[in-house]
């Protein structure tokens, strides 16, 4: 059984495409797994940075309680 030849989205290079295949349809094994190796990377974070994005969280969460439960009267 043949496998549809495709055409790279990314490189316009022509690939079989195989069943159980890593990636997106339209595109080529190789354009397919360097996304997904460069997607991989996660930048660290310091405690200042940690603590200055859960005071943005709690401010947001106290405004949004503000905004949903206040009483209009």
Not at 11 to 27: M, S
Not at 42 to 47: L, S, T
């Amino acid at each position: 059984m043949a496998f549809p030849i495709k055409i790279c989205s990314i490189c316009e290079e022509e690939f079989e495409l195989k069943p159980d295949k890593p990636g997106f349809a339209d595109r080529c094994p190789e354009c397919s797994t360097s996304e997904k190796t460069a997607s991989t990377a996660q930048h660290r974070m310091d405690a200042d940075e940690r603590k200055s994005l859960n005071e943005a969280n709690e401010a947001r969460r106290q405004a949004m309680r503000n905004l949903l439960y206040r009483k209009d009267s």
